[in-house]
């Protein structure tokens, strides 16, 4: 099951309002549920601030986000989050590390148990289920904090950077992986990147942010073979062709 998400003039800013900076000027955007959506820009234009206002992190100055038709008003188990950095407790093993994600739920230890070992036997760490953060790589760590998200069943999946850290190869086999998962699930997806050919990659539309406050720039549906020119258009809205 998922939902959709939108914003309704989402602004978002720091400081006292007269004197404080806009990180984010109005913004208005649809995402069907069940759609894998990328967000893109250089730094500072307001990606991670528009994911952390739908994760309920942080608090718009104006306007608001729905998903499905209930405004969020602070963090909740709908939400599923992945970082660029793990945040794995290293004292815990892989299993341990998706099951404490699993006990805000209130969930019965056997099957907050199962619900972990499922995850991880779904990202390909079945074998792993027992090894603790510093005997995994750095990919392998990925996959953990990708099936924590998971177990909870999240009808929202929101990813900031979370491949940014990895080696090519691995990035390309997380992609994959993801792009399975997220066919077989139909969780919505929010992903955040500043890389073209990974949104490309994994998306099936490509919203373009820049410009301080952020702003959308364009909205770009992906096709489904490769396409140099929608490439290079993107690389020209971020200025870089």
Not at 26 to 53: H, M, Q, R, W, Y
Request: hydrophobic letters at 45%; a positive charge; charged letters at 20%.
């Amino acid at each position: 099951m998922s939902r959709g998400i939108r914003l309704e003039g989402l602004a978002v800013g720091h400081g006292p309002r007269r004197h404080g900076t806009t990180v984010l000027a109005p913004t208005e955007l649809d995402l069907a549920a069940g759609s894998f959506t990328a967000l893109i820009g250089p730094s500072g234009c307001g990606k991670s601030t528009v994911l952390n206002a739908v994760a309920g992190f942080v608090r718009p100055t104006a306007g608001r986000v729905l998903v499905g038709a209930e405004p969020v008003t602070g963090p909740g188990p709908d939400r599923g989050m992945v970082f660029q950095h793990y945040a794995l407790f290293p004292w815990l093993t892989a299993r341990g590390n998706v099951e404490f994600a699993l006990k805000r739920l209130g969930l019965p230890r056997g099957e907050r148990r199962q619900r972990a070992l499922a995850a991880l036997a779904e990202v390909g760490l079945a074998d792993g289920a027992e090894k603790y953060p510093a005997q995994l790589s750095g990919g392998m760590q990925q996959r953990v904090a990708l099936a924590r998200a998971l177990a909870a069943e999240p009808e929202v999946l929101l990813m900031d950077e979370p491949f940014g850290a990895l080696d090519a190869l691995t990035r390309a086999r997380m992609q994959q992986l993801l792009t399975r998962l997220w066919r077989r699930t139909g969780t919505t997806v929010l992903f955040v990147t500043h890389d073209i050919d990974e949104a490309l990659a994994v998306a099936q539309r490509i919203v373009v942010l820049g410009g301080r406050p952020g702003r959308v720039l364009a909205d770009h549906a992906v096709p489904s073979g490769p396409d140099p020119a929608l490439r290079d258009l993107i690389a020209r809205r971020l200025g870089l062709g």
